[in-house]
């Protein structure tokens, strides 16, 4: 595996390269940390390397809100100065500036 350094940090909004969402990272897996059924469901042709850093969204479209888990190759920097709206977004970030959301000072994930 590369030893590689993540491209984004959390509280960065990001959007998909190929689909249309966006979302919140809310925590950074170094390299691939999700089960083998869910990376084979990916077509082959979209499928990403492992050998990345994986990104943990709190994501929403144009219909919902959702959890996403999208590779490092697959991400875009999101430059619309837009909010996140998705709803456990107080939960885990105290306030917005602008570009990124300020994780909570006593958050701790799993």
Do not use: C, W
């Given at each position: 595996m590369l030893n590689q350094t993540a491209k984004f940090r959390i509280?960065?909004?990001?959007?998909h390269r190929l689909f249309p969402f966006r979302g919140v990272i809310y925590d950074v897996d170094p390299e691939f940390a999700n089960t083998e059924e869910w990376w084979q469901a990916i077509p082959e042709n979209l499928r990403p390397?492992?050998?990345?850093?994986?990104?943990?969204?709190?994501?929403?479209?144009?219909?919902?809100?959702?959890?996403?888990?999208?590779?490092?190759?697959?991400?875009?920097?999101?430059?619309?100065?837009?909010?996140?709206?998705?709803?456990?977004?107080p939960e885990l970030f105290a306030d917005f500036d602008g570009k990124s959301y300020i994780r909570k000072p006593d958050l701790k994930l799993n």
């Open positions: 509280g960065e909004i990001v959007r390397r492992k050998d990345q850093p994986f990104y943990h969204l709190l994501a929403e479209n144009d219909e919902t809100h959702y959890v996403a888990y999208v590779s490092e190759q697959n991400l875009l920097p999101d430059t619309s100065g837009e909010p996140v709206e998705h709803p456990t977004v």
